[in-house]
């Protein structure tokens, strides 16, 4: 069994049904076993066009899938809750990002592990601080909460912000990101 982390995030129509449909589907893979989910964050978007705010959460998982077919899983529930990938970082129905597949270091065309991008993304980092507080990037060594105090530091952080009360999957109705 390894332990693996799943970025969740999305910000047209309903993100936070997708999350839950999603989870619930993962849920019942028999190769899958959800261990933790965070709390729900809003966040501004990173980099792309002009676009509404996201919904962002970590998942984490016990999986006996390869880390290949645990993509290819994700994928196939990001085209199931109407994912089109027009527009590198546009705005999207769900995206689940493989962000790390236990001490795993691989570097591929399509998967990279753990999730390139990580440690530059605070609306990533903050959700995976909530379900593994202990998990430090298996070549640098450092947890995810240096990684954010790191941006915090150079300025560099994505406004983000952990809707009170709210778990990943939860059903809720979401009020405007306080700017």
Known sequence: MNRAAVGFGGNLGR??????????????????????????????????????????????????????????????EERSAGRERRERWGPRTLDLDLLWFGDLVQQEPDLVLPHPRLPERSFVLEPLIDVAPDWRHPETHVSAAEMLDRLRRTGAVTACERIAGVALGDLIELAPCRR
């Open 15 to 76: 993100p936070d049904v997708a999350f839950e449909q999603a989870l619930s589907h993962l849920r019942t893979h028999s190769a899958l076993t959800l261990v933790e989910v965070s709390g729900l964050y809003r966040s501004d978007p990173w980099q792309g066009p002009e676009q509404p705010d996201y919904l962002n959460g970590v998942a984490t998982f016990e999986t006996i899938l390869s880390p290949r077919r645990l993509l290819d899983l994700l994928h196939e």
